[in-house]
C-alpha cells in the first residue's frame, strides 16, 4: 500500500509574526504540490497569522508543541482547544529539544499524544537515540520503549493515523545527516515496532519521517526508502530549499 508522503517543516524558535506572513508567501509557490502532505508547524505566536497567510494554498498549519490538560493553571502553556479553534491540524510532540531543554518524558509525551487525539489533532512523535546509544548499539532498543511509552492506551484507530518522526539527535542541526541506510534501519524497526502492538494494518499505514539536516540535496534519496514516508525538517523549512524537498521527485 502506497502511503502519502508527510514532509513537514518545524520553524523552531525562529521567525517573528511580522516575518512569518512574508516567508509563508514566498513559499507558498514553491511548495505547491498536491501529492504530499505539506504541514508547516510554527511557534505558537505566529499560528494564527501563519493559517491566514496559507489560506488557498496546499500548507497545512501545526504547532510545536501542546499541554495535556484541558484548561486551568497551567501559566505559559496552549491548550489543544486554544489549537484547534484556529484550525491547527498537526502538532509536534516531544522534540528531543523539549526533552532536553523542558523536561518532558516519555510518560509526558503519551499524556499529550492521547489529548492531541482526543482533540482530533495528529501528533507529529518524535523520537531517536543520542549518539552515544547509537555507539553503544542501544538505538534500537531506547527508540522501541519510546515509542511503547507514547502509544501506550493509544487505540489502533487513532494509531493508524498518527506521524512518527525519527530524529537522531546527533543528526539535527549538525549537518551530519543519518545515511540512507542508517534512516531506513530504524524507521523499519518503528514500523515493527508499531506492528508488534498493533498488527500489520496499523503498521502498513503509519506514516514515519525521518528528521535530522534533511536538505534539498539528500531528500529524494531518503523519501525513496519503503519505510521513510517524507521528513520533518528543521533550518531547511525556512528557506526556499524547502520548496525543493517537498517537490524531492
Ligand atoms: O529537529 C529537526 C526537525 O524537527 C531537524 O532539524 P534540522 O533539519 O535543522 O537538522
Known amino acids: 500500500?502506497?502511503?502519502?508522503?508527510?514532509?513537514?517543516?518545524?520553524?523552531?524558535?525562529?521567525?517573528?509574526?511580522?516575518?512569518?506572513?512574508?516567508?509563508?508567501?514566498?513559499?507558498?509557490?514553491?511548495v505547491a504540490n498536491d501529492e504530499v502532505d505539506v504541514v508547516f508547524c510554527v511557534p505558537a505566536i505566529d499560528i494564527i497569522l501563519a493559517i491566514e497567510a496559507a489560506k488557498g494554498s496546499n500548507i497545512q498549519i501545526g504547532a510545536e508543541n501542546m499541554y495535556y490538560e484541558e484548561?486551568?493553571?497551567?501559566?505559559?502553556?496552549?491548550?489543544?482547544?486554544?489549537?484547534?479553534?484556529?484550525?491547527?491540524?498537526?502538532?509536534?510532540?516531544?522534540h528531543s529539544e523539549r526533552r532536553e531543554y523542558f523536561a518532558e518524558t516519555d510518560e509526558t509525551v503519551n499524556k499529550k499524544v492521547l489529548k492531541a487525539f482526543e482533540h482530533g489533532i495528529t501528533p507529529i512523535i518524535c523520537c531517536g537515540e543520542t549518539l552515544t546509544q547509537r555507539e553503544q548499539g542501544i538505538a534500537i532498543d531506547f527508540i522501541r520503549t519510546q515509542i511503547k511509552i507514547a502509544f501506550q492506551n493509544v487505540s489502533a484507530e487513532n494509531a493508524a493515523n498518527a506521524v512518527i518522526a525519527y530524529e537522531p539527535i546527533w543528526a539535527i542541526g549538525?549537518?551530519?545527516?543519518?545515511?540512507?541506510?542508517?534512516?531506513?534501519?530504524?524507521?523499519?524497526?518503528?514500523?515493527?515496532?508499531?506492528?508488534?502492538?498493533?498488527?500489520?494494518?496499523?503498521?502498513?499505514k503509519i506514516r514515519i519521517q525521518y528528521g535530522g539536516s534533511v536538505n534539498a540535496g539528500n531528500a529524494a534519496e531518503l523519501f525513496a526508502e519503503a519505510d521513510i514516508d517524507?521528513?520533518?525538517?528543521?533550518?531547511?523549512?525556512?528557506?526556499?530549499?524547502?520548496?525543493?524537498?517537498?517537490?524531492?521527485?
Open 71 to 94: 484548561n486551568g493553571a497551567y501559566t505559559g502553556e496552549i491548550a489543544p482547544n486554544m489549537l484547534t479553534d484556529v484550525g491547527v491540524k498537526y502538532v509536534i510532540i516531544g
Open 174 to 204: 549538525t549537518g551530519k545527516t543519518a545515511t540512507t541506510a542508517q534512516a531506513e534501519e530504524v524507521c523499519k524497526a518503528i514500523r515493527e515496532c508499531i506492528k508488534e502492538v498493533y498488527g500489520s494494518d496499523v503498521a502498513e
Open 1 to 30: 500500500m502506497a502511503r502519502r508522503k508527510i514532509i513537514a517543516g518545524n520553524w523552531k524558535m525562529n521567525k517573528t509574526p511580522s516575518e512569518t506572513t512574508a516567508l509563508i508567501n514566498e513559499l507558498k509557490p514553491l
Open 230 to 249: 517524507g521528513g520533518l525538517v528543521g533550518g531547511a523549512s525556512l528557506k526556499p530549499d524547502f520548496g525543493k524537498i517537498v517537490n524531492y521527485k
